[in-house]
């Protein structure tokens, strides 16, 4: 019903990750489609169930971006006036492309939970159906979609692995997986930051989890979907949680490794794979599913250096030298000796106690890897007897 409206994404195999894992991985590739995300596939399907009056009247809906985004756009292609609630925290570049798309977009509300009792509300008074992004039936059938797909790409699946956030995504994609091949295990991945999914199984029903500022922002849902959580509960295998650390790790092994832009919610699968969190499909053929590629520029670059950071790859550290002509010098050949690059230096003399003829200096630097960084730090030790090495004790 929906096939002519929607990409049918590739899935394909990531050899070197597949190395790097010792795992069979295929990348089930959503941030493709049009959009940029999964939710084209539920948004389409349940704006083509609508009645025709209320195709005339409209859709509500409250989103951080990737179903405002989805929504807005088959309801143009549809002719279904959509308005969508935008809580503040949502990235600005999908607030911008969700109002390139036709829609009439509000920002308000600290969270999506608040965001969702404007739409709410809106609904009420101006009649428009409210779409929930991820517990309406119909938005978790047509997710399942990605489902049917994935299996006909790939033979002899052994583990599929989806992120979760309000839980319709892996709803309606273990429904349809399940029914046919009983056998694949489904993995849910939550940010720990809000992990509503797993606090619901904790307690037997959804319950509210208060939400904390997260690279995986679409993943940022206080309260799992009801129906989402009733009709995956008995379907999900396991579910784990992942760290922002490794989030942005992630993100950045997905640029450096597939040349594959994806958010952090559509990362946070192959995060708990890159941190070890699944050894018990080693050997086996996993699908991860890379759910969105909406990021704006400025988070992906400072998503980059946490993730260089997180590597080792990007340090940062103080160091006391001579304040005689040459003393800088001498630091920038050491490091240079050494194949690091200097990426960014400041000077501090007013509160240095030792040496007046001292400076002390702080660096940023990036090497090749966590080694290469010892071994610079081992070169600086050797030359200079004041050293503060990393993160934790270096204040620029």
């Known amino acids: ?7 049918r994404t590739p899935c394909t195999k990531s050899l070197g990750l597949s190395k790097i894992t010792g795992m069979e991985i295929f990348f089930k590739k959503e941030f493709l489609q049009i959009t940029g995300s999964f939710k084209e596939r539920g948004a389409r399907y349940t704006l083509m169930m609508l009645s025709p009056e209320q195709k005339k009247r409209g859709v509500v809906a409250a989103s951080a971006g990737n179903h405002a985004l989805a929504l807005a756009y088959h309801g143009t292609d549809l002719g279904v006036p959509v308005t ?3 809580p503040i925290s949502a990235p ?17 509300g600290a969270h999506l939970g608040e965001a969702k009792e404007i739409a709410l509300k809106l609904g009420k008074e101006n009649g428009y159906q409210y779409i929930n992004g991820y517990d309406h039936p119909h938005i978790i ?7 049917l797909e994935l299996v006909e790409q790939v033979t002899d699946i052994d583990a599929v692995l989806i992120p979760v956030g309000g ?12 029914s046919l091949y ?13 992990s509503s999914f797993s606090a619901a199984q904790d307690a037997d029903h959804p319950i509210y989890t208060s939400p904390s500022s997260t690279l995986a922002d679409g993943l940022s849902v206080p309260m799992v979907g009801i129906n989402a959580f009733a009709t995956a509960r008995g379907l999900v295998n396991k579910m784990v949680t992942i760290s922002e650390h490794w989030i942005a790790i992630t993100i950045l092994r997905l640029v450096e490794m597939e040349k594959a832009v994806v958010e952090g919610a559509g990362a946070a699968a192959l995060a708990a794979v890159l941190a070890g969190q699944l050894p018990e499909l080693q050997g086996k053929r996993v699908i991860i599913a890379l759910t969105g590629g909406n990021i704006d520029t400025t988070i992906l670059g400072r998503c ?3 993730g260089l950071a997180a590597d080792g790859r990007l340090v940062r550290f103080g160091v006391t030298v001579s304040d005689r002509p040459g003393g800088i010098a001498e630091l920038t050949k050491l490091l240079a000796s050494m194949g690091a690059s200097l990426k960014d230096i400041f000077h501090e003399r007013a509160w240095l106690k030792s040496d007046i003829f001292s400076v002390h200096v702080k660096c940023v630097i990036e090497t090749k890897d966590r080694d290469h960084a010892d071994k610079v730090y081992q070169a600086l030790c050797a030359r200079y007897s004041h050293i503060i090495w990393g993160p934790s004790q270096v204040d620029l």
């Open 182 to 194: 009983p056998n694949i295990q489904i993995i849910g991945v939550e940010a720990e930051s809000c």
């Open 92 to 108: 600005l570049m999908k607030v911008e492309s969700c109002k390139g798309q036709g829609a009439t977009v509000i920002v308000k």
């Open 141 to 147: 059938a047509g997710q399942g979609t990605m489902g």
């Open 167 to 178: 839980g319709g995504l892996i709803a309606g994609t273990a429904l349809a997986i399940k």
């Open 84 to 86: 969508v609630v935008m």
């Open 304 to 306: 980059l250096d946490r």
């Open 1 to 7: 019903m929906i096939k002519s409206g929607i990409q």
